[in-house]
């Protein structure tokens, strides 16, 4: 797909709080699925034009405002196999140990402290066997507001988004590599890229995540009604003021009299 850059007049202001698709916090590897839940509490209907609808209410919003979790979740290890079974879906613990070079006394380990928070579960594998098999926990979970952060807090997710926006580029690139490959077909462009620009209180950018949050929902639905051929597609998304230099301090003041 072409890379659209598309801008109005101006720059964006911050918003409230963070979240994530599919049941991880922002910054975190897409954890399963649902975000913001549409202010209207109803399903998403489908468009006109045939678009996909979830036949299930969004979960309302969890905020994590535990220092514990917050600091559970940062684990890079933690994040790695929370990134694996995004990808992948259900996973033993040795199948994550043998994917991330890791021994399956640590992977069970992380899977548990996982699982203590609610980001994981236990669900049926296929076979009779005795293994264990994890999958993600589906939500709406939030960070706090930076200004309601206390110190200590800022500090840990300025280190889980740091490894988390490390972990982005990284799969960004090696998709982009395999998507070269002469055998790629249609996927090679399934790359849509936008950059823009708005000029936003900071009320209209928490509604304009809202809405994001809720196309994303519209979006969501069962894997019985998934059509063949479907991929797991990765969101990302990310908005931010421009910064406040002492010039652009002064031309907000106006013109000085002499």
Known sequence: MAQDESTTDDDAVPGEGSASQDGAPAGVPESSAQV???????????????????????????ELDDLQVLKALAQPRRQQMLQHLTLHGPATS????????????????????????????????????RERWWRMIPGDRRFPPRSRQSAE???????????????????????????????????????????????LTVAELREFFEEYIALLNRY???EADTPSGARTVLTRFLAFPTPVTDEAADNRKGPQTP
Not at 46 to 60: D, F, Q, V
Not at 159 to 173: G, I, M, S, T, V
Not at 180 to 190: F, H, Q, V
Request: no cysteine; proline share 9%.
């Open 153 to 199: 807090t800022r500090l840990v997710m300025d280190e889980l988004n740091h490894h988390a926006y490390a972990a982005d580029l990284e799969l960004f690139a090696r998709l982009q590599q395999e998507t070269d490959a002469d055998d790629a077909g249609e996927w090679a462009d399934a790359f849509p890229y936008s950059r823009g620009t708005m000029r």
């Open 94 to 129: 040795a199948t994550l140990a043998r994917a991330l070079g890791l021994n399956t006394g640590a992977t069970s380990y992380h899977l548990r402290e996982l699982a203590r928070y609610g980001f994981v579960e236990e669900t049926p594998g296929p076979g009779h066997g």
């Open 220 to 222: 969501k639905r069962p």
């Open 36 to 62: 913001g839940a549409p202010k209207s509490g109803t399903p998403a209907e489908a468009s006109a034009g045939g678009t996909p609808a979830s036949s299930h209410l969004p979960p309302a919003p969890q």
